[in-house]
């Protein structure tokens, strides 16, 4: 077993070779001043079960280059099988279109398949449809029982929210991990960055809430739900528990202006600075590190995925 910290996750994916007891395997990335980017592979591969650890984070396209780059280079110099494991999958909300659109999330699974990949590792992707775009098998693994974990010592909530009809099946599991009710916002994307919330479906007044999605992207879709939360009587201090923290564009500006108390996120994307405030991360590493040693072993994954 061999495991490759590809560029857009060398820490996450060397904490996971730490938790594993291995020693990440060597290579270079060279980035030329074109754009190119050449992987050379510094070490045998020859023969081995390699699991490669890449999230395909912004800039989206960059890091799915040197995805496949990286593939290609494992499999010439004689891998005897490859993995992929993609702590944030781009281009998953884009699962289904409307009048002339592209299908993003098949694109995206059209190209990652063309790195030969025997089998994929996904962590929270958008949704569970994303899996049948693939033509090879998936494991859909799940950070929510970390994250419940982060959030129970300090636990002062009395109910938990999904922020849209997305994130209900992701509330329902927190809701029965800390033994709180659930209750969902309905909200409307106007487009990439501004969203509307029209109601809460659920009794909130009164209560603390956590907020629960897999993904915070530019912040919109958590201000309107806060805001429809406070509208309905909902109380502080609120929390937040996201897999993947993006805080793409206005992400932090917005955040400076919530009511949140704690922010909880998995590292499956490296946070950049400037830092943001409340924000707690918690690692992912032990449950990469754990499905790659059963997967090596070829032992279940059943209970590292969603309900």
Do not use: N, W
């Not at 857009?8 to 270079?28: D, F, I, K, M, N």
């Not at 479906?201 to 999605?213: S, T």
């Not at 996201?242 to 909880?264: E, M, N, Q």
């Not at 924000?279 to 997967?295: Q, Y």
């Amino acid at each position: 077993m061999m495991v490759l910290a590809g560029p857009a996750s060398a820490g996450l994916g060397a904490a996971v070779c730490e938790t594993l007891g291995v020693r990440p395997t060597a290579y270079e990335c060279i980035r030329f001043p074109d754009g190119e980017t050449r992987i050379d592979i510094q070490q045998s591969v020859r023969a081995c079960d390699v699991y490669v650890v890449q999230s395909t984070s912004p800039p989206v396209a960059q890091h799915v280059m040197e995805l496949l780059l990286i593939a290609d280079a494992c499999r010439r110099a004689g891998a005897a099988r490859l993995t992929a494991v993609i702590p944030y999958l781009g281009y998953a909300r884009q699962e289904r279109r409307t009048q002339r659109q592209a299908l993003g999330g098949r694109v995206m699974a059209d190209i990652i398949g063309t790195g030969h990949f025997e089998r994929l590792m996904l962590i929270d992707a958008h949704t569970p449809a994303i899996e049948g775009f693939f033509g090879i098998p998936v494991e859909h693994l799940t950070a929510v029982p970390l994250l419940a974990g982060a959030v129970a010592p300090m636990h002062s909530h009395s109910i938990v929210v999904a922020p849209d009809l997305g994130a209900v099946k992701r509330a329902r599991e927190y809701g029965r991990r800390l033994g709180l009710p659930v209750a969902v916002v309905h909200k409307t994307r106007l487009d990439g960055e501004a969203v509307e919330a029209h109601e809460v479906i659920g009794d909130v007044r009164g209560k603390a809430p956590l907020i629960v999605d897999d993904m915070l992207s530019t912040g919109a879709t958590l201000a309107a739900a806060i805001g429809a939360l406070t509208a309905a009587g909902a109380v502080e201090p609120m929390t937040v528990a996201v897999t993947h923290a993006l805080l793409a564009g206005r992400a932090r500006d917005i955040l400076a202006t919530l009511p949140i108390a704690r922010l909880i996120v998995a590292d499956t994307v490296p946070l950049e600075p400037p830092p943001v405030p409340h924000l707690e991360c918690t690692s992912v590493a032990p449950l990469i590190a754990t499905a790659i040693r059963r997967d090596h072993r070829h032992e279940s994954l059943a209970d590292l995925r969603m309900p």
